[in-house]
């Protein structure tokens, strides 16, 4: 069975430190997305990269920063946290630029900053 | 401007009930596709159905059906016979056409089947 997996289910972190969230997938895919979703908004696109060290800005960039050294592995960084960060955030893959692929999305992480 | 908006924020119905949820999309593509995406309270998002702009036909599975309509840029999802597991957040999202990733989603509609 296919998988985006996302390390976390609950973070709680302080106002101020470094975060990582991991989202890795077993697909093969090229295309990862971080989404941050909060009520009232739906998702939002923070970063998503196409290949291995290639990303791109979304609609909510600030505040976020993302690696990708592996194919399989995505993380998105929040390198001083803030309350306004507190979200859930939803990692994405999809195969490739073919226009029928789907995406597959992870469980979430749920990061509340105090 | 790509835009998708669900302006049901939150439905309440008895099980059994027919429920309809819609959606209504913006973008000056014409090339374009649309999702119907489930998020059952685990978390995760589970695709339902993918539509590209050329294909008008509406689509029936199981007890779901949708129905897209370019006259109107509506894509409504309904679910017949609803039941308590079909309780979730719904989501409704556009990707335009070309070599972009982009999908852009609705703000999801909250549906609460009652037994």
């Known amino acids: 069975d296919v998988k985006v997996t996302q390390s976390s289910r609950y973070l709680v972190k302080r106002t101020g430190e470094k975060v990582f969230l991991e989202c890795v997938q077993d697909?093969?895919?090229?295309?990862m997305f971080w989404y941050r979703q909060d009520p009232g908004l739906g998702l939002r696109l923070i970063y998503f990269s196409y290949d291995v060290k290639m990303k791109e800005k979304g609609d909510i960039p600030e505040g976020y920063s993302v690696s990708r050294e592996k194919k399989e592995r995505f993380s998105l960084i929040l390198e001083s946290a803030s309350t306004n960060q507190t979200s859930m955030y939803l990692c994405?893959?999809?195969?490739?630029?073919?226009?029928?692929?789907?995406?597959?999305f992870g469980s979430g992480t749920r990061l509340t900053v105090v | 401007a790509q835009k998708v908006t669900q302006a049901q924020t939150e439905i309440s119905v008895v099980e059994k009930e027919d429920v309809t949820l819609d959606c209504v999309y913006e973008t000056r593509d014409t090339t374009y596709y649309l999702f119907w995406y489930k998020q059952p309270p685990s978390g995760e998002l589970v695709f339902l159905i993918r539509?590209?702009?050329?294909?008008?036909q509406n689509e029936i599975s199981g007890r779901y059906s949708w129905n897209f309509q370019k006259s109107t840029s509506s894509f409504n999802f309904t679910i017949t016979a609803s039941q308590v597991v079909d309780s979730a957040v719904y989501f409704c999202?556009?990707?335009?056409?070309?070599?972009?990733?982009?999908?852009?989603f609705g703000t999801g509609t909250l549906l609460a089947v009652q037994p």
């Open positions: 999202a556009l990707r335009r056409g070309g070599a972009t990733n982009k999908l852009i």
């Open positions: 697909m093969d895919h090229e295309n």
């Open positions: 994405a893959s999809r195969r490739g630029q073919t226009q029928n692929y789907g995406y597959t």
């Open positions: 539509r590209n702009s050329f294909d008008e």
